[in-house]
Structure formats: structure tokens, C-alpha cells
């Protein structure tokens, strides 16, 4: 597995990417590789659901911290709290949404600690962690851990959709891709699950682009062409493998 880059090919064509990352990131990503001039296949693997949540009137929190933009349509009535990203993707659709004090960790989880930890008062009011569904909780121990009072709060939740659309089994088996693009090690593993019954010889000219190593292992098990993983954990440096 490496951070090369790859520009897919079939019979001297750029061949399809596929999307597997939920909506509504799908269809930007999708623009994102149009304007690269690849044409893509939208087929998230996995489905986010917002969940009922109570959360604390913003006039009783320091912050909110989010690790995912999933979070952030749970957040629009405290848009006047500071909010600390894992992402600089992240950060940009908070500031979308109308917060307006946003700072980004630019990498990942212990990044966005290290933030807090900058930026937080461990003795002012809580902090809230949004989250999905049974993630984060590294996060809030390691607050806890440094003297922080954290609120941790469930907002949405995922669920794996429960095949692959035959469209995208066909462009395997008629051998008419050439990339697959994996945002997260839930998509990678839900995709593993879905493509049972591919043939083998279906990724023979197939390149596996992950955006981190965690990812990449869990696509370990088919015989891609090949595994890249990108630089960083974020869609220009997954983007980037296509250049």
C-alpha cells in the first residue's frame, strides 16, 4: 500500500470511479471528479440517519467538537458556540451552516484533543462532543482524562444498504472500472460484505484508493489491482491519488 498517485486507464480511456461514501458527500465528491474529468459512479454503501438527541442549551457549553460533517444538521441551534473540527472539510460545511468560530485539527481525533486541549478550559463549562452512533468515545476519555467535563451526545447513526446496485456489479464483471474510493474504514468493511460473489478476476484492473491505512486494511482481503492510500485523511489528498 502506498501514496502514489494512479490515473485510471482502460484501453487508453479514463475509466469509471466509484463512490461509495453515504450523501450528501457522494454527489460532491461526484462534482469534484467531473471537474477532474473523470466520470464517476455514485453508490454509497452506507446510509446516515439523524438520531433524536438532547442537547444542552448553548448558553451552558464551551464548545462543540464534531469529527464528522455528519453531526453538523444536529448543531444549527448552537451555531453561536465556538466549534473545533477533526477536518478542515468539516470545519468549511460547519462555517456553511453559520458557526463562525471554527477552528480545524486538520487530521484526526488525537489531533482535535490536542486542539481542545490548546483552545479549552478544562474548569469552564462542558464540552459537547456530537457524534455518531457508538464513535467518539476515545475522544471523550482522553477529555475526561486531561480534566475537561464533556457531554457526549449521539446525533445520527449509519446502516449498511444491503447490496450493491447491479449497475455497479456489472461495471465490475464488464471490467469498465477503474478506481473504487473508500472515504472511511466503515465504507471499506461494508464494501468487503457487498461484493461477495464478485468474481476475482472482476478486480484484476481495479485500483483500491483509501483515505487512510485503517481503511486500506480493511480491503486487504480482495484482490484489487492495487491498495493506494492517500497522504492525508481528507478528500484532496484522496483526490489527489487520480492525478
Do not use: M, W
Given at each position: 500500500m502506498t501514496a502514489a498517485s494512479v490515473s485510471p486507464q482502460l484501453n487508453g480511456e479514463r475509466a469509471l470511479v466509484l463512490v461509495t461514501r453515504p450523501q450528501p458527500g457522494a454527489t460532491e465528491t461526484a462534482r469534484r471528479l467531473a471537474a477532474m474529468g473523470y466520470e464517476?459512479?455514485?453508490a454509497p454503501v452506507i446510509e446516515v440517519t439523524a438520531l433524536p438527541a438532547r442537547l444542552p442549551r448553548p448558553e451552558k457549553l464551551q464548545a462543540v467538537l464534531v469529527t464528522s460533517g455528519n453531526a453538523l444538521p444536529a448543531l444549527t441551534g448552537h451555531t453561536a458556540l465556538?466549534?473545533?473540527?477533526?477536518?478542515?472539510?468539516?470545519a468549511?460545511?460547519?462555517?456553511a451552516i453559520g458557526f463562525t468560530n471554527v477552528q480545524s485539527a486538520g487530521r484526526d481525533a488525537e489531533a482535535l484533543a490536542a486542539l481542545v486541549a490548546r483552545n479549552c478550559d478544562p474548569a469552564g463549562l462542558p464540552l459537547l462532543?456530537?457524534?455518531?452512533?457508538?464513535q467518539a468515545r476515545p475522544l471523550?476519555?482522553?477529555l475526561r482524562a486531561a480534566g475537561f467535563t464533556v457531554v457526549?451526545?449521539?446525533?445520527?447513526?449509519?446502516?449498511?444498504v444491503t447490496a450493491l446496485p447491479e449497475p455497479v456489479r456489472a461495471a465490475f464483471t464488464e471490467g469498465r472500472l477503474g478506481?473504487?474510493?473508500f472515504f472511511s474504514p466503515a465504507t471499506a468493511r461494508t464494501?468487503?460484505?457487498l461484493a461477495a460473489g464478485l468474481p476475482s478476476a472482476a478486480f484484476a484492473r481495479v485500483e483500491s484508493l483509501a483515505i487512510s491505512k485503517t481503511a486500506a486494511a480493511a480491503l486487504a482481503s480482495l484482490p484489487w489491482q492495487r491498495i493506494r492510500v492517500a497522504s492525508a485523511p481528507n478528500q484532496d489528498q484522496l483526490l489527489g491519488l487520480l492525478s
Open positions: 464517476s459512479v455514485v465556538p466549534l473545533l473540527a477533526v477536518g478542515d472539510a468539516t468549511a460545511k460547519a462555517r462532543v456530537a457524534s455518531q452512533r457508538g471523550t476519555r482522553a457526549h451526545r449521539h446525533v445520527y447513526a449509519v446502516q449498511p478506481a473504487v474510493l464494501f468487503v460484505t
